[in-house]
């Protein structure tokens, strides 16, 4: 009604500016009582937290003013207890003061003096001090207090070792009571302890003189402190030790080589000069002997932490240098030190081994790794000379060697020129066992390089991929070869110069301990040697596997397979004018041949080499045919018919497989041995198969002269001269042997040098033009 009687208002007078709206009125009182209400709410709320502390604070006055009163009762009854006892304490002085007065009474009164007449105190003390003035004991305490006030060490000493002399002398005549005695004895004792230890402070200042420090270490030793004086000559060379090298440590990055030695140099001339004077000063003693061996010891194990905490990066040359001039260095001073009856070298040994061991697995680790990363190059086969060295010994300077081998002994070259004597004397065994773990690693990137799955597919990691791969039958021969010449001849002579030569270098001090057959090394060189034998003999494995996995497994007539001895058209080989092998024998005879070939120009010079891979090759062929369980289910299975004709051709080329290795003048006992193993199998298999042997089967000599006569054949072609033949084969076939220029156009031989079997078209292996089908 209000609001409205306004509005009512308004509309009646609009045009009157001096009248206030009743709207604008109720607006203005409206917020300003609101505003004044919300000021008492808050000054409220602040006088209300007001009066909160304030009754707080008169609360916690309150309580401390209670303990304070607490506390002021607790000081008063004590203070009354105190006062009870200093009573006490007077009531038994003055018990003690009456007691004495009539003892001294009583004492006067007894006396038997004429004189009974009392002496005045400065009479007493004037003849007490005319006395004492005329003692020599008392004159020679206050000279001697006098020197130590001053602090004349030197007359001190001097003036008490003269008066000790005199003591000693009085002391036997027995002129001195003994509570004299043991009075100026004790004087005597006070002093010299005082001395003592004067003369250990002035020994512990940091820029005395040796000059000085003797002085004072003799005067220890004349007041009867030898032990002591020991303790303080070692601690001062130790302090000085400490110094020096701390002065040095600042430098071990700089010379990161021969850091080791100048800290031995520090250590152990130290230790040779502490020994040195404490023979001059107190002598030589075991008592002296054993302090010095216990803090050498003690010096020495820090020398050991300070090399080990300073080396370089222990897989780097610099910290492998290091170590081995450490190990001269250390134990040259160890040698010199035994003369004095300090032996320091095993407990050297026993500290500084594992670090040695630790740089020397790391070194080598490094350079496995250098030898992984050379077999992804492509130039791995280039062939470049050996330059001579002077750990070559008499292999010639002219090898030659693939990439890879010439960087194998360059790396070898560059670790044995970081070690010197001592470490091959200390270290000689492992070190031998790091270049078999070297050597081994080289030959498992080499199988890597060769075609074919290896033997053990954890060789190499996957994460160490090769990118060049040896396929044809020159480039592998070429790494075998390099191989051996590493392993035979560029490896051990390496070896065996540089152990000489360490001897000989040592030898001028001592006794030789080089790699001669009295040496104390010769039975772990001929160990190493022969497992140097086995890892080569694991690269010649996994190559004549793959190369015989890849004839056997041909595809046509060429393939070796059981069927082939199944269903003969002839029932009888006897009857077959010119028996020869099976295809695949041909095949094999013809493949071996060219590589003979290969071989003949690759591995120059080694013709040992290549009559162990040759035989090598037909051993692996036959010990396939004898593992191979499917090869022998063939005739085992029933529902195959087995003729005679099968198991004749079957011993045939079996026959020819030695005949292969007799004509190749390389070992055949072993082929013999296993071939003799498949026969004796066979003809148990076409035995059981009711096939009688007896029956079926010619002589033994029938099959050898047919072998011969089959390699005759096929080594002379068609057209060949068949005159005594078996003579001919006997003298004059040789499988590496060189063949005249007219024969060599229907030999295997001219199928190429260059391109093994193995690269050849299939096609041209299953229809060699010198190969005769024994079925046709």
């Not at 040779?272 to 010096?299: C, F, H, V």
């Not at 070297?438 to 597919?457: A, N, W």
């Not at 082929?671 to 076409?686: D, E, K, N, P, Y």
Request: contains cysteine; hydrophobic residues 40%.
């Amino acid at each position: 009604m209000e609001s409205s009687s306004g509005e009512e208002l308004e509309e009646e007078f609009p045009g009157h500016e001096w009248i206030t709206p009743q709207s604008s009125v109720n607006a203005a009182y409206q917020s300003q009582t609101e505003k004044g209400i919300r000021k008492i709410c808050s000054d409220l709320l602040e006088l209300k937290d007001a009066i909160e502390n304030l009754s707080g604070n008169r609360q916690s006055k309150v309580l401390a003013f209670l303990r304070i009163s607490e506390e002021v009762v607790e000081a008063e009854q004590e203070l009354i207890e105190l006062q009870k006892h200093v009573s006490s304490q007077g009531i038994l002085v003055q018990d003690l003061m009456s007691g004495v007065s009539r003892e001294l009474d009583n004492w006067h009164k007894s006396s038997k003096e004429e004189d009974a007449t009392k002496k005045d105190p400065e009479t007493e003390l004037d003849e007490i001090l005319s006395h004492s003035t005329q003692d020599p004991k008392a004159i020679f305490l206050d000279k001697l207090d006098i020197l130590l006030a001053e602090h004349k060490m030197e007359e001190a000493v001097l003036a008490l070792e003269a008066e000790e002399k005199k003591y000693l002398v009085a002391d036997e005549s027995g002129k001195e009571s003994n509570a004299e005695n043991t009075a100026f004895k004790t004087a005597l004792i006070k002093r010299k302890a005082i001395l003592e230890d004067q003369l250990v402070r002035y020994c512990g200042q940091p820029a005395l003189s040796m000059t000085e420090l003797r002085k004072c270490l003799s005067g220890l030793i004349k007041i009867g402190k030898s032990s002591l004086a020991h303790q303080v000559l070692l601690k001062a060379y130790g302090s000085q030790l400490q110094k020096n090298v701390e002065a040095f440590l600042p430098n071990c990055s700089i010379y990161t080589q021969t850091y080791s030695a100048t800290l031995s140099q520090l250590v152990f001339s130290a230790i040779a000069k502490a020994a040195k004077e404490t023979n001059t000063l107190l002598g030589d003693s075991p008592m002296n002997t054993n302090r010095i061996i216990q803090w050498a010891e003690y010096e020495i194990e820090t020398f050991a932490r300070l090399v080990k905490e300073n080396s370089p990066l222990p897989e780097s040359v610099s910290a492998l240098r290091s170590a081995c001039i450490c190990i001269e260095t250390s134990l040259h001073h160890c040698s010199c030190l035994e003369s004095q009856g300090l032996k320091f070298s095993k407990l050297l040994m026993v500290l500084l081994r594992p670090y040695i061991e630790e740089v020397l697995d790391l070194n080598f680790r490094r350079v496995r790794r250098k030898i992984v990363d050379g077999a992804r190059n492509d130039d791995i086969l280039l062939l470049t000379p050996q330059e001579g060295s002077p750990l070559s010994g008499p292999v010639s300077p002219n090898v030659m060697l693939t990439s890879s081998g010439k960087k194998f002994m360059s790396i070898v070259n560059d670790v044995l020129d970081q070690i010197l004597p001592m470490t091959i004397v200390h270290f000689g065994g492992a070190i031998l066992n790091k270049f078999l773990q070297l050597f081994d690693r080289y030959v498992e990137t080499l199988i890597k390089v060769l075609p074919g799955p290896s033997e053990d597919d954890n060789l190499l990691e996957s994460k160490e991929p090769v990118e060049f791969k040896a396929e044809s039958d020159a480039q592998q021969l070429t790494l075998i070869g390099t191989t051996y010449t590493v392993a035979d001849e560029l490896l051990p002579a390496a070896v065996t110069k540089f152990f000489d030569m360490q001897a000989e270098k040592k030898g001028a001090g001592g006794s030789s301990e080089g790699l001669g057959p009295g040496s104390i090394y010769a039975m772990e060189y001929k160990e190493w040697k022969r497992n140097l034998q086995h890892s080569l003999d694991k690269l010649r494995d996994h190559f004549c596997r793959q190369y015989v996995l890849s004839f056997i497994y041909l595809e046509g007539k060429s393939r070796l397979d059981a069927k082939m001895y199944l269903g003969r058209k002839d029932d009888d080989l006897l009857s077959d004018p010119d028996p020869l092998p099976s295809l695949p024998f041909q095949a094999l005879f013809g493949r071996l041949q060219q590589l003979a070939s290969v071989a003949g120009d690759v591995l120059l010079g080694k013709d040992k080499l290549q009559k162990v891979l040759l035989s090598r090759l037909t051993e692996t062929v036959i010990m396939w045919l004898s593992n191979e369980q499917e090869f022998w289910d063939v005739f085992e299975d029933r529902s195959v018919q087995l003729q005679p004709s099968g198991l004749q051709q079957l011993i045939l080329d079996m026959h020819f497989i030695v005949e292969i290795a007799v004509c190749g003048r390389f070992p055949h006992r072993p082929v013999q041995q296993l071939v003799s193993t498949i026969i004796t199998r066979a003809v148990a298999a076409f035995s059981a198969r009711g096939v009688d042997p007896q029956s079926v089967l010619p002589e033994d000599e029938w099959f050898v002269d047919t072998a011969k006569a089959a390699i005759h054949k096929l080594m002379l072609g068609n057209s060949g001269s068949e005159s005594e033949p078996e003579l001919e084969v006997e003298e004059h076939i040789a499988l590496h042997g060189e063949i005249s220029d007219s024969e060599e156009s229907s030999t295997p031989s001219t199928a190429g040098s260059e391109d093994s079997f193995a690269s050849a078209k299939n096609d041209d292996l299953e229809s060699p033009v010198y190969f005769t089908d024994p079925e046709s």
